[in-house]
């Protein structure tokens, strides 16, 4: 991530107009924005269109931003609105239940499928937390945000934050041990 | 709950795993251009009213009317009610028979002729 001061030029230029600006920044932020949107989400393609929408959501609203504050939570907040709002509008969010043979009990991977295996288990897990569950806990763990600056993101109070990436973490580490006695 | 000493950091190994399972596997670039294939088709939307931000305009535009036409109502009453007549004029006398009669007579009045007296001047 760039610092927030070469953030916030970035973002002056492209308010004047300098579009190549504009494309620094969604360079630097895709990764992230594309995995916080898949962490609301699920589907990748869905995960996709909602952080084009949020990267160009933030664009028409760059005069809004307040340069004195860093770019990152800023954009975050948005693409994770833009998730959260195609979620609402396409109902992709269905209470499936978790496949047993991810859950554990299947038979033993080979060397090779390990770890698409375990990414398997945590997108699964993932989907059985709860949206804001989910979402805190990637924007702590993942993508290094500060519980105040995620309160700021999903716009509830930091205790809050925290008491989300507790749970979530006990239910992902649970699975992640598991995972790893299994490999032994 | 009670916090641990590391729920205060990040968790570099769950973080590690959880950033392989949501990492896109399509072209970081490809997506970066995607984006950016859309940057003036974002922006002339955003400078050409739609009908929502029409829209948004009809009902402030509602309230201003109403609100102009409850001061004028109220502009006109005020203008064409006339004022109300001052505390002399109210205790003046007025012309009639009967105060005529009282003022007029000789001997003292009869309790009739000064009532009807009051109930002229009201």
Redesign the interface.
Known sequence: MGSSEDDAALVASTVAGD?AA??VL??RY??QA??VA??VLGD?DD??DA??DG??SA??KLAQYDARRPFGPWLMRIVANAATDRRRRRNVRRAEPLDASLVGGGPRPDAIAV?SE???R??AA?KELPERRRTA??L???E?YS?AEIAGILGIPEGTV??E??HA?RR??TL?ADWKEEAR | ?K?LPS??R??P???A??????????D?AA??A???A??DQ??D??TIPTLDVLASWFRPGIAAAAAALIAGFLIGRAVLTPAPASFDAALAPLEGPGLAALVTAQDPPDASVVFTSLVEQR
């Open positions: 579009r504009f494309g969604v360079e895709a990764g594309r995995r898949r962490a990748p995960a996709d952080a084009q990267f160009l664009l028409v770890r375990l990414g398997e945590l997108r993932l806990v990637v702590f763990d993942v290094g519980h925290r008491s990436v507790f973490r992902l580490r992640l | 709950m916090d729920d205060f990040p968790d190994e769950l973080g795993a959880l950033r392989s399972a949501l990492e896109p596997k399509d970081h997506f970066v995607r984006v950016m859309r940057y974002a922006l939307r955003a």
